[in-house]
């Protein structure tokens, strides 16, 4: 087997491989005092990573890491003054658990949720919602809070469908994690956090895997569903065929 061969089988492997020795390397450094993140930064960045790998290989225990992330981010958004996006964490939480739950027993006689797509019109109305949603976010921050930040209250809207389409397993959900992973990159090198700036980075490729990936389970599955149809279909012309021959 040459190296392009080895490459494309076990690229996922060697991907992954490859994320965990960087999740090992950045916690030596830490300890290490090579690097200078924090230690919220540090788990921030390894759970980030770890559950967006999680859900692009579409495995329901990427919300129990989500959860763990999720908490991080709280405390992270909270201490920069980012308000918006550290609520955002409480409805994130929320929804890890209801995805959880969906993607384990939402199909069919609770079974496992398969992966669907949304639709063009539903995508385009979720869309559209983001000309209005963001307002309506800041206008709610700046009552509980007395200020907000624009380009937070965007973020959050974005967060928000994407999470509701993750959960619901929706191959849309990357688009909208793209966008809003742009957004979240310019906000955090305003911020100053380059650390965070790289992880959104990676999650930008990681979601355009996820794209790529979940079309080709769904078109699997399609496929599949389509040759079990035909076997019922050839098993109920042989049926009728007996039922002939007897008459």
């Avoid at 967006?52 to 579409?58: H, K, M, P, R, T």
């Avoid at 209801?98 to 496992?112: A, F, I, P, Q």
């Avoid at 389970?217 to 076997?231: E, M, R």
């Amino acid at each position: 087997m040459n190296l392009k061969k080895f490459i494309i089988e076990y690229r996922n492997r060697l991907m992954t491989l490859s994320l965990l020795l960087l999740s090992i390397t950045l916690w030596v450094l830490n300890i290490s005092k090579v690097t200078t993140f924090t230690d919220l930064e540090l788990w921030g960045f390894i759970t980030g990573l770890w559950s967006i790998w999680l859900a692009v290989f579409n495995l329901p225990s990427n919300w129990a890491i989500g959860l763990i992330n999720e908490a991080i981010f709280f405390i992270m958004f909270w201490n920069l003054g980012l308000f918006a996006n550290a609520w955002l964490q409480v409805f994130f939480a929320i929804v890890s658990i209801y995805g959880w739950v969906y993607w384990l027993y939402g199909g069919k006689k609770r079974t496992e949720a398969p992966i669907t797509y949304a639709g063009f019109v539903t995508t385009l109305g979720w869309a559209l919602s983001t000309t209005f949603l963001p307002a309506f976010i800041c206008f709610g921050m700046q009552a509980i809070t007395g200020s907000y930040v624009l380009t937070d209250c965007l973020t959050t809207a974005l967060s928000i469908i994407a999470t509701y389409l993750l959960a619901k397993r929706k191959i849309e959900n990357w688009i909208f994690w793209i966008i809003a992973d742009v957004i979240y990159i310019m906000l955090f090198i305003n911020q100053g956090i380059g650390l965070w700036a790289i992880l959104y980075t990676v999650f930008i490729l990681m979601c355009i895997k996820g794209i790529f990936d979940w079309r080709h389970i769904f078109s699997s599955a399609v496929n599949q569903a389509g040759i079990k149809l035909q076997d019922v279909e050839k098993h109920k012309i042989k049926e009728k065929r007996k039922v002939n021959e007897e008459i």
